[in-house]
C-alpha cells in the first residue's frame, strides 16, 4: 500500500502544487489520479519515487517512509512508464527492457530471457528486440515502456499520462491489454491521467484532484459517477456520466429476439423484412443490408457497419449502444464467442434498466464502497 | 614534387610531430571539457560564465600564449609541453559549450526515464547522457582538431618542431616548394584527423546508422 499522509509541494517561486493531501493506494490495485492540468496530479506521482521532494508530509510503501530509502534503490523498486515512453534511443528495445535489471546486477542470459518474455507479453514481436526505439511506432514504444517498467517485477508502478500521445485506436488497445496484464500481475498501481474516461474504465479507484493540488473526491468509479461530491466533480466526470455509468453495469436477461440471417455471397432478394444481417460460417455478426436495395449476391462492401456488436455477458453499457446505434434498431447481441444470439430493442434495454438494483447508491457514506 | 620526395623524412617526422601537439591536447582538452560542461548544465547559473569565459580563451592570441606559458608553468619556451599546453587550453575553449549544449540536447523525458528507473548521477552521465551527445561533442571535435592543426604552426616562430618549419624554410629562402608541401601536409593532417573523429563517432552511435538519423 502506498500512503499520502498531509503531503504538501511548495516550489520556490511559491506555487503550492498540492496541498496536505491524504490518500491511500491499495496494494494490487489500480488508483487513478485525474484533474484538470495544474491539479498537482503529475507532482503527486514523482514525489512517490522522490523525483519530487515533498515539502512537508510523508510518504510510506508499505508502511516504509520513502524519505528514509536511498533514492536511487528506491526508484530502481517501482516501474516508471511516461506518456512518450522516454526510451533510451541509443539503446535497443532488448537492452531498454533490460535496463532496471542490469541496474540491479541481474544475471545477464537470466534478464535477457525474461525480457524476451515480457515483449512478448506486451504484445511486441520479439523481431523487435534488436531494433532502436526510433524505428518503431508510438504504440510499440509504448509496449517497451510498459515492459521496462515490469522488467524487475517491481511490486508497484506509477504510470504518468502512459496511452495519451497515441491515436485513440491504439490507446484502446493499450488499455485493454494493461487491464489483462494488470489481472495477471495485480501489481500496486498509480495511474495518471487527465482523461476521466480512461480514469473510470482502469481504475479500481479513482482520485479526482482540484487545481491546487486538493483532493475532491475519492472513490470506486461508479460511485463517482453516482455520488459527485460537489460540482467541481459533478462538472468534471461530465454530462453523459449516467450513460458511462452503465458500464459497471452487468447486463441482465435481455428478452431477445430471434433474427433473420443470411450468410455472405447469398441473395437478400425477397426477403420479406427492412433490414436482414448477415453473418459468417460461424454465425459471426458482419453487417446489415437492406432486401430492397441489395441487387445480387452480398458482398462485403455493401454491408451497413454502423451498428456495434454487445456481448451478452457484458455491461449494459454494450447493450444500450448496440440498440441505438444499429440501422434496423435491433441491436445485435452475441455470446462470449462472437456468435450471434439475437437482437434487442432500445426500449427493451431501458426496461431491464429501470429495474437493474444500483448497488453504488446504497450507502452513500461509504466512499469506495464496489459496484456491481 | 621532387623536393617533396627528397625530403620525405623531414615530411615525415614534422608531420608526425604536429600531429603529437595537435592531438594529444585534444583528447585532454575533451576530458576536461567534459565535467566542465557537464557543470555548466547541472548548474544553470554556471552556464552562462562557463560557456561565455572558456570561449574568451580562444581568443588569446596564440603567440602571446606560447610566450607567456613557460613563465607560469617554469619550462622552457621551446619544451613541447609549453604547446600541448596552450593546445589544451584552445580545445577546452571549443569544447565547454559544445559538451554543456550536447547535454543539454539529451531529450528531458529520457532523463526523466532515466533518473526514474534508479540511475544516480554519475551513471547516468556514462551510460544515457554521454552516449547522446557523442553526435553534438563530435562536430565540436572536428571543429577544435581543424582548429588545432592551424595553431600549431604558430609554433613556427619560437622554432618548435612541426610542420610549420616549411612555411619560414620557404619564406627565408624565396623558395616556394617546401611552403606548398607544408600547406598540403597540414591539410592532410586536418582531414585524417577529421576522418578519425567520424569513424569514432560512428562506432559510438550504431543507433543512428540504423534509424537513418532519427534518434
Not at chain 1, 514525489?47 to 536511487?72: A, C, H, Q, V, Y
Not at chain 2, 623536393?3 to 575533451?30: E, K, N, T
Not at chain 2, 532523463?111 to 554521454?130: D, H, N, P, S
Not at chain 2, 551527445?133 to 565540436?140: D, F, L, M, N, R
Amino acid at each position: 500500500m502506498i500512503a499520502f499522509d498531509g503531503v504538501t509541494k511548495k516550489f520556490p517561486d511559491g506555487t503550492v502544487a498540492v496541498d496536505s493531501l491524504s490518500l491511500e493506494a491499495p496494494s494490487g490495485k489500480i488508483t487513478v489520479l485525474v484533474g484538470p492540468s495544474g491539479c498537482g496530479k503529475t507532482t503527486s506521482l514523482r514525489m512517490i519515487n522522490r523525483m519530487i521532494r515533498p515539502t512537508s508530509g510523508t510518504i510510506t510503501l508499505d508502511g516504509k517512509d520513502t524519505g528514509r530509502m536511498k533514492e536511487s534503490e528506491l526508484r530502481r523498486g517501482i516501474g516508471y512508464v511516461i506518456q512518450h515512453a522516454g526510451l533510451f534511443p541509443h539503446r535497443t528495445v532488448l537492452d531498454n527492457v533490460s535496463t532496471v535489471p542490469r541496474l540491479l546486477g541481474m544475471d545477464k542470459t537470466e534478464t535477457r530471457k525474461r525480457s524476451m518474455e515480457l515483449l512478448e507479453r506486451v504484445g511486441l514481436d520479439p523481431a523487435f528486440a534488436k531494433r532502436y526505439p526510433a524505428q518503431l511506432s508510438g504504440g510499440q514504444q509504448q509496449r517497451v515502456g510498459v515492459a521496462r517498467a515490469l522488467a524487475a517485477d517491481p511490486p508497484v508502478m506509477l504510470m504518468d499520462e502512459p496511452f495519451s500521445a497515441v491515436d485513440p485506436v491504439v490507446r484502446e488497445q493499450l488499455q485493454d491489454q494493461f487491464l489483462r496484464l494488470q489481472g495477471d500481475l495485480g501489481k500496486t498501481i498509480i495511474f495518471v491521467t487527465h482523461d476521466i474516461d480512461e480514469a473510470i474504465k482502469l481504475g479500481d479507484q479513482v482520485t479526482v484532484l482540484k487545481v491546487g493540488g486538493h483532493l475532491a473526491q475519492m472513490a470506486a468509479p461508479a460511485y463517482l459517477l453516482a455520488h459527485p461530491v460537489d460540482d467541481f466533480v459533478a462538472d468534471f466526470v461530465g454530462r453523459d456520466r449516467g450513460y458511462r455509468a452503465l458500464s459497471f453495469q452487468a447486463t441482465p436477461r435481455l428478452p431477445l429476439a430471434a433474427e433473420r440471417t443470411i450468410a455472405m455471397g447469398e441473395s437478400a432478394e425477397g426477403v420479406d423484412a427492412d433490414w436482414v444481417l448477415v453473418v459468417d460460417d460461424q454465425n459471426h455478426p458482419l453487417g446489415w443490408v437492406e432486401p430492397l436495395r441489395a441487387r445480387g449476391a452480398i458482398r462485403t462492401e455493401m454491408l451497413h457497419r454502423g451498428g456495434t456488436v454487445a456481448r451478452a455477458s457484458g455491461p449494459l453499457r454494450g447493450a444500450l449502444d448496440s440498440a441505438l446505434s444499429s440501422p434496423s434498431r435491433r441491436g445485435v447481441i452475441v455470446d462470449d464467442s462472437g456468435s450471434l444470439v439475437g437482437t434487442v430493442k432500445a426500449h427493451e434495454v431501458l426496461t431491464a434498466i429501470e429495474q437493474a438494483d444500483r448497488p453504488e447508491l446504497a450507502d452513500p457514506r461509504k466512499p469506495g464502497a464496489p459496484a456491481a | 614534387m621532387t623536393w617533396f620526395f627528397d625530403h620525405l623524412d623531414d615530411v615525415l617526422s614534422r608531420g608526425l610531430q604536429h600531429a603529437y601537439l595537435a592531438g594529444v591536447p585534444l583528447v585532454i582538452g575533451l576530458l576536461i571539457a567534459l565535467p566542465l560542461g557537464w557543470l555548466a548544465r547541472r548548474y544553470k547559473f554556471l552556464y552562462a560564465p562557463f560557456t561565455a569565459g572558456f570561449g574568451l580563451l580562444y581568443t588569446i592570441p596564440s603567440l602571446a600564449l606560447f610566450v607567456i606559458l613557460p613563465g607560469f608553468l617554469g619550462i622552457p619556451i621551446l619544451d613541447p609541453v609549453n604547446v600541448l599546453v596552450a593546445m589544451t587550453i584552445y580545445t577546452v575553449a571549443l569544447l565547454v559549450r559544445t559538451v554543456a549544449d550536447g547535454l543539454g540536447a539529451v531529450p528531458d523525458h529520457v532523463q526523466q526515464a532515466a533518473t526514474a528507473m534508479g540511475y544516480t548521477r554519475v551513471k547516468r552521465f556514462f551510460a544515457i547522457e554521454l552516449p547522446l551527445a557523442v553526435p553534438v561533442i563530435s562536430a565540436g571535435m572536428r571543429v577544435a582538431a581543424v582548429s588545432n592543426v592551424s595553431i600549431v604552426s604558430v609554433g613556427t616562430i619560437l622554432g618548435i618542431n612541426q610542420l610549420g618549419l616549411f612555411f619560414s624554410d620557404g619564406f627565408n629562402r624565396d623558395f616556394y616548394d617546401p611552403l606548398f608541401v607544408g600547406i598540403a601536409a597540414c591539410i592532410v593532417l586536418a582531414l585524417l584527423f577529421d576522418a578519425v573523429i567520424i569513424v569514432l563517432t560512428r562506432l559510438f552511435t550504431p543507433w543512428l546508422r540504423a534509424t537513418g538519423g532519427r534518434a
